[in-house]
């Protein structure tokens, strides 16, 4: 017996359409990569200093392939200035140990 591919699609939609557990697994599943897409926008909003919110709205308009934007860059003496105010706060704490 010959199958077409059409014959084969009908075969598996069949069996997926009437496969319960398989069906609970594909939605347990989905549900989880949904969970891990707000993960990974979260992630990029703390790397780029965007909001999540609008990272996940940029990907559902435009797709995968919307880029984030970076926001402006602190210059060398903002870092600096950070990083010194942050060792004070450090060291002031260990003072009080």
């Not at 699609?9 to 897409?37: G, H, V, W």
């Not at 996940?56 to 984030?68: I, T, Y």
């Not at 602190?74 to 704490?93: D, F, G, H, Q, Y």
């Amino acid at each position: 017996m010959k199958f077409t591919k059409s014959d084969i699609k009908r075969i598996i939609l069949e069996d997926i359409e009437t496969n319960e557990a398989l069906l609970d697994a594909i939605d347990s599943l989905s549900s989880k990569i949904e969970d891990l897409d707000i993960s990974i926008d979260y992630l990029s909003a703390a790397v780029t200093g965007e909001d999540p919110i609008s990272i996940g709205s940029a990907q559902r308009a435009l797709g995968r392939g919307a880029v984030p934007h970076m926001r402006v860059k602190p210059s060398a003496k903002e870092l600096e200035e950070a990083i010194r105010e942050e060792l004070e706060t450090i060291l002031s704490e260990e003072e009080y140990r």
